[in-house]
């Protein structure tokens, strides 16, 4: 199976952390973000969305990272990380609804508008919109606060693919504008979460490389 990716992406990472959870060995073709790779007409005829990232496997291509952690997740016949009790399932796939959704569209926008804008010179925060997804956030970092008081994983008590889709920003909490203090459990399994094997792999070992097509690549 092949993954393109971006170097960096938050999205990208969260399936290569499934793939290492699983043992799944990826071909993982990464195009530079900044040089226009994913807007080359090559590129836009596998996903004409020009987004990152997009599994192919044979003939079959995918894309949206929380589909693709599905797939690969069932591929592998694992019933940890994507149960096959309707009811288990039906959980992890809400909270992956969920974070695409709210909580992490917050987060994102917060990540996006504050830190990847200024540090590659992507264009004017939009502080309107700062505002808003500040305050969308604290409405759903309540949400998470609450659901995580009394356990350590989204569903059931070990990882699904719910918590890697949940931990995808990770890297940008402490930078972004947004006061975490009042939401102990959120912190807590974010402490947890980040410190995963397979989810620590798949940082860049290079950030100045984040976006860019990697050297040895």
Known sequence: ????????????????????????????EYHDFFAGDLRKPEYLALNANGMVPL????????????????????????DTLFPRDPQRRADVVRW?????SHF????GTLAWETVAKPTFNLGPTN???????????????????????DR??????GITIADYSMITPEKFKEAIP????????VNAYFERMRKVEHWTRTAPANPAETGRKPKAA
């Open 1 to 28: 199976m092949k993954l393109h990716s971006v170097v960096g992406s938050p999205n990208c990472r969260r399936v290569e952390a499934v793939a290492n959870h699983l043992g799944q060995k990826l071909d993982i």
């Open 55 to 78: 599994l192919a496997d044979g003939a079959f291509t995918l894309w949206e990272s929380n589909a693709i952690t599905q797939y690969l997740a069932d591929k592998a016949g694992s």
């Open 96 to 100: 992956q609804c969920w974070e695409l």
């Open 104 to 107: 992490n569209k917050a987060f």
């Open 127 to 149: 502080h309107a919109l700062v505002e808003i997804m500040r305050d969308n956030l604290k409405r759903f970092a309540a949400v998470l606060d609450r659901h995580l008081a």
């Open 152 to 157: 350590d994983y989204l569903v059931g008590n």
């Open 178 to 185: 947004f006061d975490w203090a009042p939401f102990a459990n």
